[in-house]
């Protein structure tokens, strides 16, 4: 396929009950001519396409759907739309109950059987056969409309055979109304109360199922309410946040939620990003600094000019992202599918096999009914169905509330299976910001004179060093003034004059004298991995130069780096460090934060090197960068984890994007992502191990209808809320 005309595509879809209408569109879809694949998850009611756009198209999905009997709304369910479909489930529940209840005590208690009672029991039974039932008969008309069959058909034919039979015993067979689908009389009985319960149980089941799965989308629907939903323009007008334009200015108060992503253009003040990012810290801001919409601002006046708007903020690109990644399948699920798929039939062919079976071996034709109904009812694959999906909607809506951004249902796959991490230096580990470490060395100066001299030299260059030296003398008490003579000399430092004095700083090569203890200090930095820069006074009388003070910049430890170290160890995961920096400077830093193996100077070309390396030895590696620089080794990786920064918070470079830039949320994406497929495989067991241990009871005749119908709703309710109770992981970030 040409991938000029490669397109892909998201619908959502109206009617699907179970997972053999998923597997069935899923399998029309892909049948069509151009679509390269097609995915339909059940769980969150919408396809995902992958096509040619020059041989097929929307319009052809949407005809597609329709003529399988489902429909493709014009939008998603929105979430008072599914309040209201909860609500009819509720009450067709509740009158299948005030209907049932009855019929089930005088169905199975002797004492209350007067004469006709059978009659009684039809009349009873026949509301909730026909409203309380009729969804399910419905979807089997369309079904099979279609030649195809899925739940429904199983609820109608056993619910619906247990109905009719009772009703033509009653009429034509002289049935004698003892009921409860007894055993081994051959007289005609009735079983009106099996079919209303049956259909009263599914429908609780279904109820309680529906809830759940709202539940479980919880997350991403918080995440979309953040939005603002007013913005202040600058001339005091009110206005919708929706309707703010790229280039707008707007004031933010103390306690109100920015309305859009900008750049602060008046005013400081302390941000509270945790909605964001997952940090539980607010960030200062200042003139000049990058804030996002949705989150709140806690103190200062801000003026903010707007950079992004609508589909293309922060907010939106994460919100996006998750539910892409809600609507992927992981690769675990795929025998679930294939099983799913061909269930339904199978279980009809089961069901009439045990009908057969019991009357052949000289069995009463009520017993045979009794087990063929309860085949019917127990097999109904939703727990299958629901198993992968919704464990998948809880993790990623929980990552998304920690700032951890995992893009699909193989991208947890591939994490869970991660055991070597390889970690950049700048930017991963360190903050990428040059600090003045220390006061300077001096020799023949006081601190106070070389902090204020060089600090205000420093201070007219734009070079991170010599701004982290003109940052640290401020920070130190030192009144900085602007020289009346600059000259910079790329690659060896800079030249300036303050007040009447001449003074240079940079390279040693500047200056005629280099004291002894001046050079001791510069090795011992240059050992350490940190960045020496050496200062001094210019004589006006013979314009040499003597060194007089060394300067100690270094890049600085982020300070959550040692616990993220940590955390990945307790995680069984080996830890390689590889940089472009000298050999000096990367091992200082590696045995500070308790890295395994160090790998300096290295190109980024040269990361890929590293990461084949491991992997020729068997290793899953993930590799954790900035998403740019690092791009080479995150797309030959495993596993690509990007450290979201600024308004590349939701870079597409990584499988992953850690959005507050914090190496903690690694360590939680791996735990979070075997916590997630734990609960994946868990659900699938509990799926086949229920429909391989209640078939053959059923069969067997060890099964009643009735208790069947309650297991299969528990079953697809359990895995529901075993996946639900992702909700709780905590991350090491302060215990969130």
């Known amino acids: 396929m040409s991938t000029a005309t490669q397109t892909h595509i998201e619908m959502p879809i109206a009617g699907m009950t179970c997972a053999s209408c998923a597997a069935r569109i899923e399998r029309g879809l892909s049948k069509l001519p151009g679509v390269e694949s097609a995915q339909v998850n059940y769980a969150v009611e919408r396809a995902s396409v992958t096509y040619d756009s020059s ?140 079919g209303a319960v049956i259909v009263t149980l599914i429908l609780l089941g279904r109820w309680f199922e529906h809830r759940s799965r709202r539940r479980a989308g919880d997350a991403l629907r918080a995440l979309l309410a953040l939005e603002a939903k007013t913005a202040e ?28 992503d900008g750049l602060v253009r008046e005013g400081a003040s302390a941000v509270d990003m945790a909605m964001l990012t997952g940090e539980p810290v607010p960030v200062e801001v200042g003139v000049g600094d990058a804030v996002f919409g949705a989150t709140l601002n806690q103190s200062g006046r801000l003026i903010v000019e707007a950079t992004s708007v609508g589909e293309a903020t922060a907010l939106a690109q994460i919100a996006k992202l998750v539910e892409t990644a809600q609507g992927s399948k992981a690769p675990v699920q795929r025998l679930a599918d294939q099983i799913a798929a061909i269930f339904v039939p199978i279980v009809i062919m089961i069901a009439l096999g045990t009908l057969a079976a019991w009357l052949f071996t000289g069995h009463t034709g009520n017993d045979a009914f009794t087990a ?46 991660i055991d070597a991490v390889i970690l950049d230096k700048t930017g991963t ?43 640290g003398a401020q920070q130190r008490g030192a009144a900085l003034v602007a020289p009346t003579q600059f000259r910079s000399e790329t690659g060896f430092g800079v030249h300036a004059t303050i007040g009447e004095t001449a003074v240079r700083a940079g390279r040693p090569s500047m200056f005629d004298e280099v004291p002894q203890t001046l050079s001791n200090a510069l090795s011992a930095a240059a050992m350490l991995g940190n960045t020496p820069v050496m200062f001094g006074r210019v004589d006006p009388a013979t314009h040499k130069a003597n060194a007089e003070a060394v300067f100690v910049v270094s890049d600085t ?29 990367a091992r200082a830093v590696g045995s500070t934060v308790g890295i395994d193996r160090v790998v300096a100077g290295v190109l980024p070309s040269g990361k890929v090197d590293v990461v084949h390396e491991l992997q020729a030895i ?18 030959a990786a495993d596993l690509g984890i ?25 360590a939680d994406a791996i735990a979070l992502a075997r ?43 359990f895995v529901v809320s075993n996946s639900l109770r992702l909700r709780r992981f905590t991350s090491i970030r302060n215990g969130q």
């Open 233 to 260: 323009l600058v001339s005091g007008e009110h206005i919708p946040a929706a309707s703010l334009e790229v280039g707008d200015y707007f004031v933010v108060r103390p306690g109100q939620q920015i309305a859009t």
């Open 618 to 635: 068997g290793k899953k590696v993930a590799v954790v960068g900035d998403g740019v620089n690092d791009a080479p080794a995150l797309a």
């Open 642 to 666: 990007s450290m979201g920064s600024g308004t590349d918070i939701a870079i597409e470079a990584g499988d992953i994007t850690l959005v507050a830039g914090d190496l903690r949320g690694a």
């Open 675 to 717: 916590s997630t497929l734990r609960t994946i495989k868990g659900n699938l067991f509990w799926a086949f191990a229920y429909n391989v241990a209640a078939l053959p009871l059923a069969a067997l005749g060890l099964l009643n209808p009735m208790i069947a119908a309650g297991a299969m709703g528990f079953s697809s309710v």
């Open 55 to 194: 041989a097929t198209g929307p319009a052809d999905f949407q005809t597609k759907i329709e003529a399988l009997g489902y429909s493709v709304p014009a939008e998603v369910a929105t979430p008072a739309q599914v309040d209201t479909e909860l609500q009819h489930l509720r009450n067709s529940v509740i009158i299948g109950g005030i209907f049932s209840v009855p019929l089930v005590a005088i169905s199975m208690i002797e004492a209350w059987q007067f004469k006709h009672w059978g009659w009684v029991a039809f009349a009873l039974a026949t509301p909730v056969m026909t409203y309380c039932a009729w969804p399910f008969h419905k979807a089997t008309w369309a079904n099979a409309r279609h030649g195809s069959a899925t739940m429904d058909t199983l609820v109608t034919l056993g619910a619906g055979a247990a109905y009719l039979w009772s009703a033509v015993a009653l009429v034509f067979l002289g049935a004698n109304s003892t009921g409860g689908m007894q055993m081994g009389s051959d007289t005609p009985q009735v079983y009106f109360e099996t």
């Open 372 to 417: 063929a109904v309860a085949v019917l009812i127990i097999a109904c694959p939703c727990a299958l169905g629901l198993a992968t999906p919704t464990a998948l909607m809880v993790g990623t809506g929980r990552g998304a509330q920690l700032g951890i951004i995992i893009k699909g249902g193989e991208v947890l796959e591939a994490t869970r299976r």
């Open 429 to 471: 580990i360190t903050e990428a910001k040059m600090q003045l470490i220390a006061d300077p060395i001096v020799a023949g100066i006081t601190v106070a004179d070389a902090l204020q001299l060089c600090g205000s030299a420093e201070g007219a260059s734009e070079h991170p060093i010599a701004q982290a030296i003109a940052r």
């Open 557 to 585: 430890i982020r300070a959550t780096s040692h616990a993220a170290v940590a955390a990945l160890h307790d995680l069984g995961v080996e830890i390689v460090m590889v940089t472009g920096d000298n050999e000096s400077a």
